[in-house]
Nanobody
Framework: VRLVESGGGSVEAGGSLRLSCAGS????????MGWFRQAPGKEREGVAT???????TYADSVKGRFTISKDSDKIILYLQMNNLQPEDSAMYYC???????????????WGQGTQVTVSS
């Protein structure tokens, strides 16, 4: 399984970015996929997840601003991020094969990460 993220970058507060995660060799149909982030000096946190039934979960800090979605045909996971704030600055990781959606330690595969930097 290979996961490759793209779409990170630098934006001003209030701006938007869309992250993409292209998967290959992924055949997990009964598990979670999700986006996690980690800022320097902070623990990794779950941002948004999508389970096999299509149900989504979001961290309270991003509800109403971030949207997770998936193109099943192309096995691409997206994270639309609107109204970005400086506290959203972090390395964002795509993950697949999770058994407990917001628990990062349950995921089997991770991408290399894409940096998001939001300036005030």
């Amino acid at each position: 399984v290979r996961l490759v993220e793209s779409g990170g970058g630098s934006v001003e507060a209030g701006g938007s970015l869309r992250l993409s995660c292209a998967g290959s060799g992924y055949t997990y149909t009964r598990y979670c996929m999700g986006w996690f982030r980690q800022a320097p000096g902070k623990e990794r946190e779950g941002v948004a997840t999508l389970d096999s039934s299509g149900s989504t979960t979001y961290a309270d800090s991003v509800k109403g601003r971030f949207t997770i979605s998936k193109d099943s045909d192309k096995i691409i996971l997206y994270l639309q991020m609107n109204n970005l704030q400086p506290e959203d600055s972090a390395m964002y990781y795509c993950a697949a094969g999770g058994t407990a959606c917001l628990s990062g330690h349950t995921y089997m595969n991770w991408g290399q990460g894409t940096q998001v930097t939001v300036s005030s």
